[in-house]
């Protein structure tokens, strides 16, 4: 479900349909070295930008940890991009922030993927350690 879930918002930001936080994340895949691109949410928290991790063993996490920069699409525009990723005990402020400021929606998706043992605040934020967060950064 997810992957078609995936192609959908792929084809519709292809086609210069943006809607809510939702990018294209473009970044070459560290043993293939192709193009791979992601949906990814792009979250504006604590005056910055932050791509926060919402399913375990998510592919382009490790591949952005390999990569130098990647390209964001929003609709029509790109730019080139360096993601920073976000010490643990920093991931705990921003996810708080993101989960407080949120539909509850965000805090149930860390649950129903397994990241999290609670939607609340602080019961996302004790799962820093298992959510991996980047700083988007202009590259």
């Known amino acids: 479900m997810t992957n078609t879930i995936n192609r ?6 292809r086609r210069g ?3 809510g936080p939702m990018q294209l994340l473009t970044v070459r895949g560290r043993r293939s070295g192709e193009l791979r691109t992601f949906p990814i949410a792009v979250n504006e928290v604590g005056g910055g930008r932050y791509i926060f991790q919402a399913f375990p063993k998510a ?7 390999d990569a130098s920069t990647v390209t964001l699409t929003r609709g029509r525009k790109s730019s080139t991009a360096r993601l920073v990723e976000v010490p ?6 921003l996810l708080r922030e993101l989960v407080t400021t949120s539909p509850a929606s965000v805090g149930n998706r860390f649950v129903t993927t397994g990241l999290a043992a609670t939607a ?13 967060v980047f700083r988007v950064e202009p590259a």
């Open 88 to 93: 643990v005990e920093e991931r705990r402020v």
């Open 17 to 19: 349909i943006a809607f």
């Open 59 to 65: 592919a382009w996490v490790v591949n952005v940890r």
């Open 8 to 13: 959908v918002i792929v084809g519709l930001q």
């Open 120 to 132: 609340t605040p602080d019961g996302v934020a004790e799962a820093a350690h298992r959510i991996a």
